[in-house]
């Protein structure tokens, strides 16, 4: 058995099994070392499946010595964020009072990457009820950001474990949700790529819900056809045709390789501008600069309302009445042990948003929907940073704020985007390029992050020392 590669992608570990480098039971067993070796430290999963994920492995391991074709996952370790239901599991949404819910079912997605081929090595952490950008956990802990090790940094939230995992080389892909930013922003400041789907694209069946207008789960992973891949397998494609397309390189996985040239992009104004951290807007810049030597049109171009102006209340406020409905036998009991920031965002819904002010949003939505469309129908995507700083030390959060400055947005407008990676700062530190596409243009967010994504190296950096 030659070495794994930790940081393997999924393409390349498939590769390696094909090329009969290694076994699905070598990674798993190489995967839990390192998480023996690191979790101490970077606290990434709130529940491993260990055992269970060794006898996959092993049971893979056959099928890859048998004849016939397998799945395009087969063999790959995928983590779940702990919202996400597994049969007989406990699910609790990163809340102590839940921490002996047993999922009564499994989660749809979590069966389509299973019928995949994809093997679950556990349950990430996540700030509780899903309600935080900046990856915190009051009572569980925050993960740590793995591109510092001196400084325990943001490592980006509600989907905070699943960066740390992806980024940290426990696993080629996880699986966020992404209600006002959950997936872009721990992808950001983890150094991934991290896909914002379309509302309505991809099952909420068995995910612990914060706002069912909003929700959507999406894929982390280390390169933009990987995302492209899990995306299908989310979908509920035929896990043989998905690998057939890949084997092929055809439909979805040909047209991803397309030229960007004569598209057109939308880029921020210069009052669109402040407040962004110096480094952070230089590499944005020079990621601009870069799609357009590709041959891309960029157009200076302001959204119909300050970009984050228009949403920002509208967020918060459908956010609030949704995720308290869900949430209120924990926030309205004074007994219950709940973190006292994401109780202050939700207690809201309670009474401070009613039912009236709640239709009414829900109806402006709609109208702030079509202004956009209308605004925006010759623009191809509109390219800004994910988010305004690289990661922050956990003692500089301000938790009556938000980094979701720039993510949340396509949440409220029902668009897709997709986070990648686009340089670091001097420190080290991994800054983000976010692609937001219309509804349903998934595939043309993946094409031009693949464009972007193959003209730098950025994907191949990785934390350093990790592995001393």
């Known amino acids: 058995m030659s070495d794994i590669n930790p940081y393997a992608t999924i393409t390349e570990l498939c590769r390696g099994y094909r090329e009969r480098k290694f076994s699905p039971a070598d990674v798993i067993e190489a995967q839990q070392a390192r998480e023996d070796r690191l979790e101490p430290k970077l606290h990434a999963y709130i529940t491993r499946y260990s055992d269970e994920a060794c006898e996959k492995a092993r049971s893979i391991a056959q099928e890859f010595d048998a004849a016939g074709e397998l799945p395009p996952l087969a063999g790959v370790p995928i983590a779940l964020k702990d919202l996400i239901d597994m049969e007989g599991r406990v699910t609790s949404g990163g809340s102590p009072e839940r921490a002996s819910r047993v999922s009564p079912g499994t989660a749809l997605i979590a069966q389509r990457l299973m019928s995949a081929g994809a093997i679950i090595p556990g349950k990430t952490h996540t700030v509780e009820m899903a309600t935080g950008g900046w990856g915190t956990n009051e009572h569980l802990g925050a993960p740590w950001n793995p591109w510092d090790l001196e400084t325990h940094r943001t490592p980006g939230g509600s989907s905070s474990g699943s960066g740390v995992a992806v980024a940290a080389g426990y696993c080629p892909g996880a699986i966020g949700t992404d209600t006002g930013g959950s997936v872009r922003l721990p992808a950001g400041w983890c150094g991934l790529v991290g896909l914002k789907v379309t509302e309505g694209t991809l099952p909420t069946e068995g995910i612990l819900p914060l706002s069912s207008t909003l929700d959507t789960p999406g894929p982390m992973t280390r390169s933009v056809d990987d995302a492209l891949l899990m995306f299908e397998v989310l979908k509920g494609s035929d896990p043989i045709g998905v690998g057939k397309q890949v084997a092929e390189q055809t439909g979805p996985f040909s047209a991803i390789g397309e030229p960007v040239k004569s598209m057109r992009f939308a880029v921020l104004p210069d009052e669109g501008r402040a407040e962004i951290d110096s480094e952070v807007l230089d590499a944005y810049d020079k990621s601009v600069s ?12 302001a959204v119909p309302k300050e970009w984050d102006g228009f949403s920002t209340l509208a967020v918060q406020m459908i956010i609030a009445y949704e995720g308290y409905r869900f949430n209120k036998e924990i926030i309205d009991d004074e007994a219950a042990t709940m973190d006292q920031w994401v109780k202050r965002r939700l207690v809201p819904g309670r009474s401070e948003f009613d039912d009236d002010a709640y239709r009414a ?7 702030d929907l079509a202004e956009f469309e209308r605004e925006f129908s010759d623009i191809d995507a509109i390219l800004t940073p994910t988010t305004l700083t690289p990661a922050i030390p956990l003692s500089e959060v301000d938790e009556y704020g938000s980094p979701a400055r720039f993510t949340r947005a396509a949440n409220y407008l029902a668009l897709c985007s997709l986070s990648v990676p686009n340089g670091f700062t001097e420190g080290g530190l991994p800054t983000s390029l976010m692609i937001t596409c219309h509804g349903g243009q998934e ?18 950096r990785h934390p350093p020392g990790l592995d001393a």
Not at 291 to 297: F, H, S
Not at 361 to 367: A, C, V
Not at 448 to 460: L, T
């Open 361 to 367: 949003t829900l109806e402006q939505r709609k109208s």
């Open 290 to 301: 870069e799609l357009a030597n590709l041959g891309a049109e960029i157009v200076v171009k």
């Open 443 to 460: 595939l043309t967010a993946l094409r031009i992050g693949k464009a972007y994504e193959a003209s730098q190296d950025w994907a191949n």
